[in-house]
């Protein structure tokens, strides 16, 4: 039987596209046992996966001090790993592949590292271009598979796998449907849109539709998404009480609306694993060739301020980009309720039939 690790750290998101990773080489090794080694507070997108066999759950901040990063690559040494990929290709999980004496240890080329070190077995470019509809993310995790081994009918779509308890919950049977889940910040402030922007578009949902708005962010954002909440017209439409705290909680919840308006992050990813309609808000420094996945401009919709003004991004100096990247807000800026609403109006309208409000 063939030990296989996937190691993913970073965000929500990065996890539950890796996934694929394990879902498909089951398929090439079917009595093979697979770990994830994921930071602790992505796990929830990885819980009751029938082709996770084990997961190690890490902290984050002790895994980048280096008495544990050496312990960590200790630990995964012992552990005798017939094959390790890497989708991370950072500097914890390469350290991990090199110090594992596995014999297929399988990652991404990154030429601009200084470090040159046999970390892989085997170094896989990244693709420069998406070929299919899952967006370059998840194509270039299925190639970390197929560079190696012969994988026949892929699996693109990462999964949720809910219980049947968590199928049958209903948070919501006393409010008013349909329900909409508003993603109203970004994982961090890059991915998140100016707040009066979010609260427009919240108010012309709310003014339009017979709807339930629910707030999707992470709890220590509560101060923030409140400030959100103030700026809305519709209160009333606004449910504040039902909230997720967990990503296991806010997969469960999600489950149970009927479909998901978000900022890019974790939230989008986990609604197209759910099979939820979504319309994605992307920060103006975000690749959305790597993240789009299976946009078909009517189940999943998405709105980036790079399609929407090219002109403006081709006169940016690397420089300026850099600054961008660290601070969009100005980009952000450019990116207007006005912009967004053309594409959210018809995706609202798909998706909301029968539920507009009658106007006198």
């Known amino acids: 039987m063939k030990k296989i690790l996937v190691i993913q750290n970073k965000r929500i998101g990065d996890v539950l596209l890796s996934s694929v990773i394990a879902n498909n080489i089951k398929k090439v090794f079917p009595n093979s046992e697979i770990t994830f080694f994921a930071y602790n507070y992505t796990v929830g997108v990885l819980e009751n996966n029938p082709n996770i066999d084990r997961i190690i759950a890490v902290d984050e901040k002790k895994l980048k001090q280096l008495p544990h990063l050496f312990k960590t690559i ?80 892929a699996d693109y779509e990462p999964k949720i796998f809910l219980t049947e308890k968590e199928q049958s919950s209903n948070d919501v049977v006393a409010i008013q449907r ?40 992470a709890p220590q954002q509560k101060m923030e998404a409140m400030k959100i909440y103030e700026m809305c017209s519709c209160k009333e439409q606004i449910n504040l009480d039902i909230y997720a705290a967990s990503i296991r909680g806010f997969a469960v919840l999600m489950n ?74 100005s980009l952000y800026l450019k990116l207007t309720p006005e912009m967004i609403l053309p594409k959210l109006k018809p995706f609202l309208a798909h998706h909301l039939m029968g539920f507009e409000k009658t106007t006198i």
């Open 256 to 329: 149970q609306c009927n479909l998901l308006v978000s900022n890019e992050g974790g939230s989008v990813h986990i609604a197209k694993a759910l099979e939820k309609p979504t319309f994605t808000i992307y920060s103006p420094y975000i690749d959305k060739d790597a993240w789009n996945s299976f946009e078909d401009g009517k189940f999943h919709q998405s709105i980036h301020l790079l399609e929407e003004s090219p002109n403006l991004f081709s006169s940016f100096t690397p420089e300026e980009r850099k600054r961008i990247e660290a601070n969009p807000d």
């Open 74 to 153: 200790l630990e995964m040494r012992r552990e005798k790993f017939d094959i390790i990929f890497d989708p991370y290709a950072k500097f914890q999980s390469r350290m991990i592949c090199l110090g594992s004496n596995a014999k297929y240890r399988i990652g991404f080329k990154r030429e601009h590292k200084k470090l040159k070190l046999p970390f892989y077995t085997h170094p896989v470019n990244f693709k420069k271009k998406a070929t299919l509809p899952c967006g370059r993310g998840i194509e270039d995790r299925i190639n970390l598979i197929q560079s190696v081994f012969q994988l026949e009918n």
């Open 178 to 217: 349909p329900i909409i889940m508003l993603g109203v910040l970004g994982s961090t402030p890059q991915k998140s849109m100016p707040y009066e922007y979010i609260a427009k578009i919240i108010d012309f949902i709310t003014e339009k539709y017979n709807v339930t708005i629910l707030f999707n962010y």
